[in-house]
Structures are given as C-alpha cells and as structure tokens.
C-alpha cells in the first residue's frame, strides 16, 4: 500500500481529518452510479461534485501536529505493505439517516488496526461522544463510548465494520424508501492499494 496525504499544514489548532481507503476503479464507477441512482431528495453526500467515495479506516479529530500524523501513518502503511486487499462491494442497505454500500474485505480491518495502533496517541484527547451512540443497545453503546474515550473514535477494533457511505438525508423514512426501491447489482471489486489521509465534510464525507 501506497499513503496518499491531503492535508493543510497551515495554523496549529485541532483538526478532522479521515484516515480511509479511497475507492478506485469499477467500485469507485459503481459508488459514483449508486449516489446518482437514489432517489432522495436532498442528498447531502455528491460523489459528481464534492465527495469522495471511501471506506474511512479511522476518523477522528487530531491535536495540531498533521506533520507527526503524516510520519506515523507512513509507518503504518509500511507495515501494510505485503497486504493484499481485495475489496468487493456488497448489498446496499438503510442505516438510519444513511444509506451504505456493505463492503466485504477483511483486510480492511487489518489496515483499521494498524492505522488506530499507530496514530491514537495523536488523536485530541477529550472528545465527545456521538449522540447517535447513546441510542445503541448494549453491549455496543458501552464498547463504542470507551472506544471515544480511550481513541476518539466509537468505530474502532471490534466496532470497526467496513461501509461505504453512499447517501444522506434528515428523513429516515425517505432514506429507507430510496434504498428499497434502488436498481443495483453488487460485486464490483478493487485493488486497495493506497491509504489516503483528507479532509472531512458533514455525515463522515471525504472532501
């Protein structure tokens, strides 16, 4: 794996940035055919125009220090080096105000471990946790809520599950109906072969 970094190292403050594998290829023609397919008005994800298709590895804010965060993730993604990560792309299915595409790629979670092993330690300390997780049943809400605590992030280790986030709107019932009534075959596969770093827009979008 290769590490594609895409941030700016202007003031020190606190940053978002999304540590993800950018989808390439015919999954990326296919999440691009699927954001334009569903019929949802209002759809604040736009692959055409402003985001790009992904499956994040690690998204969490950082402390001010972007050139540590880039030479930690170098690390890890040598580490990664001899992986071999075939990503294939799944059913689509409503998640809440979300629509996603399952994602069928254990190496995915390999590449999560090794990112959240080497980066945490330059994640802000203190961060809060999503409101969605509080709505979670047990044990989930608890094992996500410490994972906020101890890596800023509830999506991290055993909560780690590999998606591509394709559509959101406010209205859950649209968003399920939009899915149900989507035209989409699934199995459109890639070659991971890079880690990017990017900055981050509304609902977990790539910029």
Known sequence: MALLAALSLGLCAPFTADVHLPLLGAAKA??????QKLRLL????????????HIT?????????SDALVSALRSAVVQLATQRC?????RAYAAGKFAMLNVSAPCARVASDAVVNATH??????????????ALPEPARSEKIADVRRFGSPNVFDQFRAHVSVGWA???S???SAVAQLAY?????????VVAVGSTGAHGTVL
């Not at 075939?86 to 799944?90: D, E």
């Not at 075959?185 to 072969?193: I, K, Q, Y």
């Open 57 to 65: 590895l690690y998204l969490t804010e950082w402390q001010c220090r």
């Open 30 to 35: 296919a999440a691009l055919a699927v954001n």
């Open 121 to 134: 330690r330059l994640a802000a300390p203190n961060q809060s946790v999503p409101e969605w997780v509080y």
């Open 170 to 172: 406010s209205d859950e």
């Open 42 to 53: 209002h759809n604040e994800i736009d692959f055409g125009t402003k985001h790009t298709p």
């Open 185 to 193: 075959e699934p199995g459109a596969t890639f070659r991971a072969d």
């Open 174 to 176: 649209s968003v399920a």
């Open 86 to 90: 075939r990503v294939t792309l799944g």
